[in-house]
């Protein structure tokens, strides 16, 4: 039994902080390669067998199919005598062993069979699914530029120091250039984003932002349950199709510690297809939801006080200086707010 | 159902797939059979398998013969026949629950053993709403057998007992010290997906490039499957031979001159329903890098460095950050003295009686 009294526990999040500041340092003077840690990401995928990371169905049945061959030839090395016994039973069993064998990969090739067939009705659903289908994905061509998620700041701000949750970490995805982050890191709040763009994760490194490689869905996927004191979700919540903004949603829920803060801010769906050329909108994978949709999403889940903010909307001066109910309601239906943030607070 | 009589004295009879040396659950099994014992309620052991060296413990699960007050103990953690016969007893049911490992750990690597985690979740979902009380090594585990409908759970962790470890092998450990040149990573784990060795030997490869070179990771744990031959073939493929050493199944002495010569225990696994190498670690003085996943986290609580994901470029800064700040280390080294403490077998023994006291009171 051990009776010492242990000394001051570090403060495992200024560890943390220190402990990734040091990789950012490394990767900003080059002590980090980067060509070598992008080896590093593909270089098990290559010497794994197939279909260990996904791969994809045929690639798992191909799998399948190599172990569905059944090999009659025992080996039979080992040490003289025991080789001599051993070649015996081989020859004396053969005739059974591919008596058997036969049944095996009959039954194996016709469950092959069996798969080959449904993969195929599986592929043809798919070829008439805009979400799924590689054609109309290679046709598609996202907006260029990031939803500006700045001037929801304050929002967010207001609504964690509201929250009974104190310190925790804040993390923004799809995070961008960082420029909320910085916003928050000024306000004295831990963040962190992911962006799954180098380019703009490169930008966020930048400014002293601490960003990792990674999609929103994959990185919510392994965060531990109320790991979070917020999350901010934006560009992602507009692009993805309906079923993963269900699941982004679901994730983070799952992420956030109780009286934890969601924010999404996204594009009101008439600002987005008035931005978009015809042939992107029209086969866009996913679009955006209205705020109301988001609120009544949020509302059947574990969320309380959900609330909407609207993005300033700019309108002509003459429009914008009117007294008049008929032009105010007018220029509400012609410039709706081009974005919203939807905050609410995990139960 | 036989149902107890105020005459019929309640004995707990333990059932598990293997009881084998060097397994945890094999050795929490007899922990548990003594901690019955001294309590008046111990039955027997019965197993699907029996390890030779430990035959005069246990018994065939076929010899077992039904007697009133008998209340069956099932140690859940992966399929057998035994899980099928337990479903279809009528006395009353305690399930111990040590975590079966998803399936799709192993579909690819060992298909097998896939196929027998899933036949054993599939006999966890028939078990588990018919048990009287749920025993789980952690929370996490227990969450899981709430989730299946099991009506009363409690947390019962994993006994771990040093004075049943044997002596260390300083000869190995002397071996060990004098051949080290840098930091000597160290984890212990049977060789298999869940537990991301190829997640260590990545982080490692990015730490003996950045910060050290001389370093070392040890794995020690036996082997199954192909994941052996991938992580063979990834860390030739990173230069890393000589550096990287599996030692395969070690003897207990070997094991804690494994613990006393590394400089930090590192844990990436993706899925552990305790993990009792970090306790260990912690009991012989080793600070604990660990990615904070399944019930890793509960386990450590805050005796180690917890990362929130494994890039591998942090996990080598947290292992550099351990190894070199003498300040840190003490601390982790205190910390994890303290939460040894917390997993002693007294406390326990103590937590299992008060868990089986429901029964008693049933009876």
């Known amino acids: ?347 | 159902m036989t149902v107890p009589s105020s005459a019929d004295p309640l004995r707990v009879h333990q059932f598990l797939p293997a009881l084998s040396p060097r397994d945890a659950i094999g050795a929490h099994t007899l922990a548990m059979q003594r901690v019955l014992e001294d309590a008046g309620l111990g039955g027997g052991i019965f197993a699907a398998e029996i390890h030779r060296d430990l035959r005069r413990h246990a018994r065939s699960y076929h010899d077992y013969r039904p007697r009133a007050g008998d209340v069956l103990l099932y140690h859940a953690a992966i399929g057998c026949a035994l899980g099928d016969w337990m479903a279809g007893r009528s006395e009353p049911l305690v399930l111990d629950y040590h975590n079966i490992t998803p399936p799709e750990y192993f579909e690819v690597w060992a298909p097998e053993t896939g196929l027998l985690l899933a036949q054993g979740r599939a006999q966890l979902t028939r078990l588990a709403p018919r048990a009287t009380l749920g025993l789980a090594d952690s929370s996490f585990n227990a969450a899981e057998l709430d989730r299946l409908g099991c009506p009363r759970t409690a947390v019962v962790p994993v006994f771990i007992d040093p004075t049943t470890w044997g002596a260390l092998d300083t000869a190995a450990r002397d071996e060990l010290l004098a051949t080290k040149r840098g930091t000597d990573w160290l984890f212990v784990g049977r060789v298999a997906a869940n537990k991301a060795h190829h997640d260590l030997v990545r982080a490692f490869a990015v730490h003996r490039r950045t910060w050290d070179p001389h370093a070392r990771l040890f794995l020690v744990g036996g082997v199954t499957s192909e994941y052996q031959y991938a992580l063979d073939r990834l860390v030739t493929r990173l230069g890393l031979d000589g550096a990287v050493i599996f030692t395969g199944s070690v003897t207990p002495g070997v094991l804690g001159a494994h613990y006393a010569a590394a400089d930090v225990f590192v844990c990436l696994s993706d899925h552990e329903g305790f993990c009792v190498p970090v306790i260990e670690a912690m009991w012989w003085g080793l600070p604990v890098v660990a990615f904070a996943s399944t019930a890793v986290t509960e386990t450590v609580g805050d005796a180690a460095v917890l990362l929130e994901h494994k890039e591998p470029a942090l996990v080598a800064a947290a292992v550099d950050r351990v190894a070199r700040d003498a300040a840190l280390r003490d601390a982790l080294v205190a910390a994890g003295r303290l939460r040894v403490d917390h997993f002693s077998p007294a406390r326990t023994a103590a937590t299992l009686l008060g868990a089986l006291k429901t029964l008693l009171v049933a009876a």
Not at chain 1, 11 to 29: H, K, N, P, Q, Y
Not at chain 1, 73 to 99: F, N, Q
Not at chain 1, 274 to 283: E, F, I, Q, T
Not at chain 1, 287 to 298: D, G, K, Q
């Open chain 1, 1 to 347: 039994m051990h009776d010492e009294v242990a000394p001051d526990r570090p403060d495992s999040r200024a560890l943390m902080a220190e402990i990734e500041r040091d990789v950012r340092e490394r990767r900003r003077t080059g002590d980090l390669d980067p060509d070598f840690e992008r080896e590093l990401d593909v270089v098990f995928a290559e010497v794994a067998p197939p279909g260990a990371f996904g791969g994809g169905f045929d690639t798992v049945v191909d799998q399948a199919a190599r172990h569905a061959v059944v090999d009659y030839d025992v080996p039979i090395a080992g040490r003289r005598p025991l080789r001599m016994v051993k070649r015996a039973v081989k020859l004396l069993t053969a005739w059974y062993m591919i008596y058997v064998g036969r049944q095996l990969v009959a039954f194996a090739s016709t469950t092959l069979r069996a798969l080959r067939i449904l993969g195929g009705r599986v592929d043809a659903l798919e070829a008439r699914s805009p979400a799924t289908d590689p054609r109309v994905a290679a046709t598609f061509a996202p907006v260029g530029d990031d939803l500006d998620a700045t001037p929801f700041a304050g929002a967010v701000t207001q609504a964690l120091q509201a929250s009974a949750v104190r310190g925790g970490r804040v993390l923004h995805a799809d995070c961008g250039d960082g420029a909320l982050l910085v916003a928050l890191k000024g306000a004295g709040i831990d963040v962190y984003g992911v962006d799954p763009r180098s380019d703009a994760a490169a930008r966020a490194d930048a400014l002293g932002i601490e960003v990792r490689r990674e999609g929103a869905l994959d990185h919510l996927r392994s965060v531990p349950a109320g790991a979070l004191a917020a999350v901010v979700l934006s560009g992602c919540v507009d692009r993805l199709t309906l079923g993963d903004q269900i699941e982004l949603l679901d994730l983070a829920s799952s992420a956030l510690v109780s009286g934890g803060v969601l924010a999404l801010i996204g594009r009101d769906p008439g600002a987005w297809s008035r931005a978009m050329a015809p042939v992107a909108s029209d086969l866009a994978a996913g679009r955006p939801l209205h705020s109301s949709t988001w609120a009544h999403l949020l509302s059947s889940r574990p969320f309380t006080g959900v609330r909407v903010h609207d993005a300033p909307v700019s309108v002509p001066d003459a429009v914008a200086a009117s007294d008049d109910p008929a032009v105010r309601a007018l220029a509400a239906a012609v410039f709706p707010p081009p974005a919203f943030a939807v905050i609410a607070l995990r139960r």
